[in-house]
């Protein structure tokens, strides 16, 4: 009979746990823009420090212990903790003390006092896996969440780092388009001297006007952008806007030398090193742990409950022997008809977890997209911005080579406006790009997950 009994909840505990299937997704062996890592360092926690940018450096430190996403993230663990030692606490019996005192007014025989000192025990025992799986679920959430703070600080410091190349980007071009309007007004005030001694015309001399308003406006726009691209950098730093603008920006990094090549791994090593995809990992496994609850749930259950005390109609008869009195008992608690609810309920928890395989699946092939992406964009811009460094260099000497044949009366002003607009374009096109190559890097190390961590 023991060993029937024995089999029966054997039976019972298979039937509830859940079948649940693993995500699939096909990791390749290598990446298809795989540089060469030969001369390539081990990348550390403090990934930032491979652009060699001191100011960047103390930014990132500032970042680290101000910035409010980040606490907001350390909250959310901290809030996690105590779900896990609630779920915890459910495998211990609970016990309470009730403290009481009765009185009941008799005609004849006068009042009638009842005291009590009673402590009560209750447990629930879980028969079929259901606090397991509770705890389970707790657990999963926690280190999600420690993940997800992880992903957090890797976000911020790549922001920070895009901010920061951000404004040197605007920087530089915000002295191209100061010098542009130098040259451009020095080019009115000769066309001015041209047009008093009858060598040039009225026309020339308005559209040489325009361009000195048109470049005007250009500094008042890149004035602007560099503006609110410092205040941006401040809200991630946790600061006032006065900070970052007080700040020693001619001692900032020099656009112009990339860092050396930067580690990338395997593809498998996503999985274990992304914070989003490890975060996305025991998301699933908590919605694992919830379809399990919600399957226990409808198996029985085990109430025990206990209680006992003294009771007594003086405090003096409270500590005498005699007057001390206890009772015990266990249920057996097995849902029976409950309108499909409690089957309802694990069907949500499975569409919910099968909603989980799938957000796991599509975050690894964006993990793999964005490496892609990252690699070619290292690649490709730097190629680019070599020959557009080229293309600024003989637009220059076209415009001056222009210039020279206005003076000589070999050219109309036309040209001297075309090729100088197209110099001027082509040089602030130039500091996009490599402000961009600077930004790659950042990507990149976003995009595989930060340094190694230990």
Known sequence: ????????????LGACTPHLHLPKVDIPAEYLSSPDQTSAKPLESQWWKVFNAPLLDSLQVIALENNKDLKLAVSRIES?????????SEFLPEVEAEIGADA????HEGTEYELNIQPNISWNVSLFGALRHTVGAARA???SS?????????????????AFFTILQYRESLAIARHSLQLRKESAALIDSLTHYGMSTGLDLDQAQSLVYASQADVEEYNRALAQAKYSLAVLLGKTPEYVVGLDWESALEIGSL???????????????RPDLMESHYELQAAASKVGIARSNRFPSIALTGEGGLIGSSVKELFTSGYWSWGAAAQLVQPIFSFGRLKRKEQIARVEYEDAVLE???SVLTALKEVESALIAISTYRTQAEQYAEYVEANRRIAQLTMALYRNGMSNYLDVISTQQ????SQLELVQLTSQQYINYADLVMAIGGGWQK
Request: glycine letters at 2%; charged letters at 20%; aromatic letters at 14%.
């Open 80 to 88: 996690s903790r105590y779900e896990l030692s609630i779920a915890r």
């Open 422 to 425: 197209t110099w001027y374009n």
């Open 141 to 143: 959430e926690l280190l």
């Open 146 to 162: 420690e993940w997800a703070y992880q992903g957090v600080r890797l976000s911020l410091t790549t922001q920070v780092a895009t």
């Open 360 to 362: 796991y699946e599509k």
């Open 1 to 12: 009979m023991r060993r029937f009994c024995f089999l029966i909840c054997l039976a019972s």
């Open 104 to 107: 009941k007014y008799q005609t």
């Open 259 to 273: 860092p050396d090549a930067i580690p990338i791994g395997l593809p498998s090593d996503l999985l274990a090193r």
